[in-house]
């Protein structure tokens, strides 16, 4: 059974053209002019992208003594909705557990995903057995990319001597890792200070993970991967001192990529001093929101390509869970949704206002990732042989983003009462039509795992050629016969 889209233009990261676009067994078999197919979708005034791929995101995640709420189920019915057709979430270790039972869990968890899916492995502790498991992580599970948390110091924070001998074994594995970047020494010395001073409310969250905190740890895990001659990843980049550190880097020569957030593209730190607890409790994720300074310098980022990736983090919880946060703002659970609305906000708050292209959108949705994370041109691109996770996307079709009626299974969502005009007309998953306008028509347990090679691409570390790197034994003649 071949299915055609017809009548649409094709948008890709650097190609604008009119074509229909043919799909068998699951893949693009053909791109040209009038085509037909056993099954017609129809494109007319609508433009033919690439699904996008959220490299970022925590499904039923263990996380602050409960579980993100959206699981793989509504999680990816969600990134269908908004026209993401993959989704990469975060294997995450309790520490001192092996690294290949946690990954049992998540296959587990993962067997109901809608639309395909593949793992980051999260480095929560240090030891032999980690080191030894990295590598059977990556030969025989298909994952290429190890997550370290700087933050969350006395549960998933790893400390300077762990990151360092984990970015060196990514260097000998192949892989890329990856962090999440702000000082948690900091944080937590400045969370107790807010709380001795009576300061319990969601705004201290705010106030306890200023901008410098980010920008610090960034420069600490470049240069640390710099020494360890590994290029870098940082997860949800939210303000100019962070990306400053990553521009600079990549003007050295060094492959470090910037991921920003929808949310912290859209949303600014105000929303932390609304009068309603629970609004701003819902809001609290890390790092914070940020003022319109930060926000600017991302746009430029994503406009110059020193920022490369749009993500979410999608991190879900109810307004319940939240509220155990009442008292302590150190104990509501960090994290927001956003997997629907990415697309969406990114077309309306990007696209329509001039900051970036149309095809800047795809490469900053979709291709720029598939490219990171080594699974393109299987995935992010619109090509004969590549998965036919595509979206037919209608600028012209608007809403008004409202809790009532989105996928995510949570009560709230951060972007409620936003206009965004540029919908899916129809998502497709491996060439199956997942969305047809409002109307979901999404299966259980269609997603894949999608496997991932090693790199072979590796930082030579630039001190290589500013400082001794190679230990050179000295054969002194001139040694004092003791120490007294
Ligand atoms: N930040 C969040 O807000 N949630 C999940 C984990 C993280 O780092
Ligand atoms: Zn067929
Ligand atoms: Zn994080
Ligand atoms: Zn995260």
Known sequence: MTTVIKGGTIVTADLTYKADVKIDGGKIIEIGPNLSGDTTLDAAGCYIMPGGIDPHVHLEMPFMGTYSADDFESGTRAALAGGTTMVVDFCLPDPGQSLLDALKRWDNKATRANCDYSFHMSVTWWGEQVFNEMKAVVAHHGINTFKHFMAYKGALMVNDDEMFASFQRCAELGALPLVHAENGDVVAAMQQKLMD????????????????????????????????????????????????????????????????????????????????????????????????????????????????????????????????????????????????????????????????????????????????????????????????????????????????????????????????????????????????????????????????????????????????????????????????
Not at 208 to 216: A, D, I, N, Q, Y
Not at 324 to 346: S, Y
Not at 359 to 385: H, M
């Open 197 to 484: 001073e009576g300061n319990d409310g969601p705004e201290g969250h705010a106030y306890s993970r200023p901008p410098s905190v980010e920008g610090e740890a960034t420069n600490r895990a470049i240069i640390i991967a710099d020494m360890a001659g590994v290029p870098l990843y940082v997860v949800h980049t939210s303000c100019e001192q962070s990306h400053e550190a990553i521009r600079r880097a990549r003007q050295n020569g060094m492959r470090v990529y910037g991921e920003p957030l929808i949310q912290h593209l859209t949303l600014d730190e105000s929303e932390y001093f609304n009068k309603d607890w629970d609004h701003s409790a819902r809001r609290v994720m890390s790092p914070p929101f940020r003022n319109k300074q930060h926000q600017d310098s991302l746009w430029a980022g994503l406009a110059s390509g020193s920022l490369q990736v749009v993500a979410t983090d999608h991190c879900a919880f109810t307004t319940d869970q939240k509220r155990t946060g009442l008292g302590d703002f150190r104990k509501i659970p960090n994290g927001t949704g956003g997997l629907e609305d990415r697309m969406p906000m990114l077309w309306t708050y990007g696209v329509a206002t001039g900051r970036i292209t149309m095809n800047e959108f795809v490469a900053v949705t979709s291709t720029n990732i598939a490219k990171i994370l080594n699974i393109y041109p299987r995935k992010g691109a619109i090509l004969v042989g590549a998965d036919a996770d595509l979206v037919v996307w209608d600028p012209k079709r608007s809403k008004t983003i409202s809790a009532k009626s989105q996928q995510s299974s949570i009560d709230y969502n951060v972007f409620e009462g936003k206009e965004v005009t540029g919908l899916p007309r129809y998502t497709l998953t491996r060439g199956v039509v997942a969305v047809e306008e409002s109307l979901m028509k999404t299966q259980e347990g269609h997603g894949q795992f999608v496997k991932r090679e090693p790199f072979q691409a590796v930082n030579k570390a630039l001190s290589t050629w500013k400082e001794l790197t190679a230990p050179r034994k000295v054969e002194r003649t001139g040694i004092p016969a003791s120490g007294v």
